[in-house]
């Protein structure tokens, strides 16, 4: 039986070192979490968590004022 812990150790790290620039776009960063989810068990716990951070991540953006809003 083929397991697939290979692929779960990369994934997070393509997620991490591309997280800015994809954080805003869902189908990419939703894609890889996808994949990931798909790998192993830890692996959609791990998902899971992730998800969350950017969750809250997405949602505390969006209640930080912005520069020109606060003058």
């Given at each position: 039986?083929?397991?697939?812990?290979?692929?779960?150790?990369?994934?997070?790290?393509?997620?991490?070192?591309?997280?800015?620039?994809?954080?805003?776009?869902?189908?990419?960063?939703?894609?890889?979490?996808?994949?990931?989810?798909?790998?192993?068990?830890?692996?959609?716990?791990?998902?899971?968590?992730?998800?969350?951070?950017?969750f809250l991540d997405l949602l505390?953006?969006?209640?930080?004022?912005?520069?020109?809003?606060?003058?």
């Amino acid at each position: 039986m083929a397991r697939n812990y290979g692929i779960s150790a990369l994934l997070p790290f393509v997620i991490a070192a591309n997280y800015q620039a994809w954080r805003t776009r869902g189908y990419l960063i939703g894609g890889l979490f996808f994949l990931l989810a798909n790998t192993n068990v830890i692996a959609a716990i791990m998902t899971g968590a992730f998800i969350l951070f950017w969750f809250l991540d997405l949602l505390e953006e969006r209640a930080r004022p912005t520069f020109s809003s606060t003058r």
